[in-house]
């Protein structure tokens, strides 16, 4: 009989079962219950959190909109005082002199010098462009003429040809999306490849070797070859540049010169300056001396005519 009566029956084991499934959908039923107050606290928490900080911005906000009422009634009280205690100084002085308020100076700005450039016509010669450019150079130097203002004044100065080259050259940097010219070393670049031919370097250098004095002043010949070098662009020792001299001048005087002693170029070109100044005196007085000497005889023979006159007008010989 007590074997039987512990062994459970199939009735309390479906109660059995029914009561653990009630329990399961109990306490599933109870954790969604519990996720959900959870999920609630936890939006209502960031919902909190939220207002407090948009809070927090307005407090800010107005606290800058009150120091800055509190600022400008401070500027303005400051102001009045100011002007109340300048009205009160000005009517106690009123009866002594009268002296008008300061006037406000404004700080001007330092304006830029003009620059008037030469005007510059086109491709005449290499020269005529050589003589403009170093010209333009030399007065943004004088005038201390920033790197922005250089290109605007230089095409200023363009007349004529040089106005539509540099009209053309602006429309086709613009057609072929190139950026403008904004520095005074592209125009410069630009207006030699356009004035100047590919073949003048070779010709100034063939100029140069067969430059000679002839007929030209020690001066007018040393400036002369200076230029040459100069648009050459030629940098050599002073040794090479005595021998270049001297290879041009006239044999007389160069043998003259050779036998003075001299330390540079410069004492060599004053002593064939001497040399030729020298040369032209002497010149001069030998056409004196023989003026001089021709002067006797004309007055002689002009007395002897009008004394032969004096006697047989009719005939008069011929002198």
């Known amino acids: 009989m007590s074997s039987h009566s ?8 479906n ?9 399961a959908k109990d306490f599933q039923s109870l954790s969604l219950r519990q996720l959900q107050h959870d999920a609630k606290i936890l939006k209502e928490k960031k919902e909190k959190d939220v207002y407090l900080a948009i809070l927090e911005e307005e407090l800010k906000l107005v606290k800058e909109r009150d120091e800055y009422i509190k600022k400008i009634k401070r500027y303005s009280h400051a102001s009045s005082s100011r002007l109340s205690d300048s009205h009160a100084e000005k009517s106690l002085r009123m009866n002594e002199y009268y002296q008008p308020p300061p006037r406000r100076t404004r700080r001007q700005s330092p304006k830029e010098t003009r620059v008037d450039l030469p005007h510059f016509y086109g491709k005449e010669n290499v020269e005529t462009y050589l003589d403009w450019e170093m010209k333009v150079e030399q007065l943004f130097v ?16 363009f007349q ?16 072929h999306k190139d950026p403008p010219i904004e520095y005074w070393n592209d125009l410069r670049g630009s207006l030699r490849c356009y004035h100047i031919p590919s073949y003048y370097n070779r010709e100034l250098m063939d100029k140069l070797e067969r430059l000679q004095e002839k007929s030209m002043s020690v001066e007018e010949y040393k400036h002369k070859m200076e230029l040459y070098m100069m648009r050459a662009s030629i940098r050599e020792e002073e040794t090479t540049t005595i021998a270049r001299f001297l290879s041009g001048l006239n044999v007389e005087i160069r043998d003259k010169v050779e036998l003075f002693p001299y330390r540079d170029l410069n004492d060599l070109i004053q002593l064939f300056i001497k040399v030729e100044q020298q040369n032209l005196r002497k010149g ?12 006797p005889k004309r007055k002689h023979r002009r007395e002897r005519r009008i004394v032969f006159q004096k006697i047989n007008p009719r005939k008069l010989p011929k002198v």
């Open 6 to 13: 512990s062994i459970p029956s199939e009735s309390d084991k």
């Open 142 to 157: 004088c005038h201390h003429v920033s790197e922005e203002r250089k290109v605007p004044i230089a095409t200023l100065s």
């Open 15 to 23: 109660s059995i079962k029914s009561l653990l499934k009630q329990m």
């Open 284 to 295: 001069s007085s030998r056409k004196e001396s023989s003026y001089s000497n021709s002067y």
């Open 160 to 175: 004529g040809n040089a106005m539509y080259w540099w009209t053309t050259l602006e429309r086709d940097r613009c057609l």
